[in-house]
């Protein structure tokens, strides 16, 4: 069955950088586009940032561009989102996401805190 499992997140001063990751089972992983959310309290689930499957083209959220930046590694399954310069509204739960076979795949999620 497809697993999504996310970790590095943590609590990081502002401007700081943190590296998520999401360890993916279960499924042909080079085979599919893989994407980033986060979800700050009260608030809706927001895409951050997606990449396809051969990692050849990215895209992110106009909030993150330039700091953030989406990679995968299809021989380890994973995919990776590096968060540079971070800002305290960056701070929410993070989740990877895939879409197989119409089915749609979340993580449980990694918090990231950016505060002083």
């Known amino acids: 069955h497809v697993q999504l499992v996310e970790s590095g997140g943590g609590l990081v001063q502002p401007g700081g950088s943190l590296r998520l990751s999401c360890a993916a089972s279960g499924f042909p992983f080079s085979k599919y586009a893989m994407s980033w959310y986060r979800q700050a309290p009260g608030k809706e689930r927001e895409l951050v940032a997606g990449?396809?499957?051969?990692?050849?083209?990215?895209d992110y959220e106009d909030a993150v561009k330039g700091r953030f930046t989406i990679s995968r590694d299809n021989a380890k399954n994973t995919v990776y989102l590096q968060m540079n310069s971070l800002k305290p509204e960056d701070t929410a739960v993070y989740y990877c996401k895939v879409v197989v076979n119409v089915y749609v795949y979340w993580g449980q999620g990694t918090q990231v805190t950016v505060s002083s």
């Open positions: 990449i396809t499957s051969g990692g050849g083209h990215t």
